[in-house]
Nanobody, 128 residues
Framework: QVQLVESGGGLVQAGGSLRLSCAASGGTFSIYRMGWFRQAPGKEREFVSSISWNGDTTDYADSVKGRFTASRDNAKNTVHLQMNSLKPGDTAVYHC?????????????????????WGQGTQVTVSS
């Protein structure tokens, strides 16, 4: 079993920044991709970003391109999501997810079903 713990959420004014982190633990496993999804009240969960474990491939939703940056620290089994120029529309619970099934590093994974384990989420609230 893989455990994922997110941190870094909070309340910020529009235009501000937050840095989310997701630490993976729990046994021997290979992580091929880590992703971030978000879910706002009354809306479906949507893809935000993902990064391959070797860091050579990152993907972003159009709504966050140029504002969010994913990075990883393999030594700590941790990924980060730097969120800048935040907007009220970014308000949501942010979940990290990992894929432990083999996948090529270049293959984009945009769907929740592509991932195997999920964190509980961290709330991000952006005030106007």
């Amino acid at each position: 079993q893989v455990q994922l713990v997110e941190s870094g959420g909070g309340l910020v004014q529009a235009g501000g920044s937050l840095r989310l982190s997701c630490a993976a633990s729990g046994g021997t496993f290979s992580i091929y991709r880590m992703g971030w999804f978000r879910q706002a009240p009354g809306k479906e969960r949507e893809f935000v970003s993902s990064i391959s474990w070797n860091g050579d491939t990152t993907d972003y939703a159009d709504s966050v391109k140029g504002r969010f940056t994913a990075s990883r620290d393999n030594a700590k089994n941790t990924v980060h999501l730097q969120m800048n120029s935040l907007k009220p529309g970014d308000t949501a619970v942010y979940h990290c997810a990992v894929r432990v099934r083999f996948t090529s590093s270049w293959l984009p994974l945009f769907n929740a079903d592509d991932y195997d384990y999920w964190g509980q989420g961290t709330q991000v609230t952006v005030s106007s």
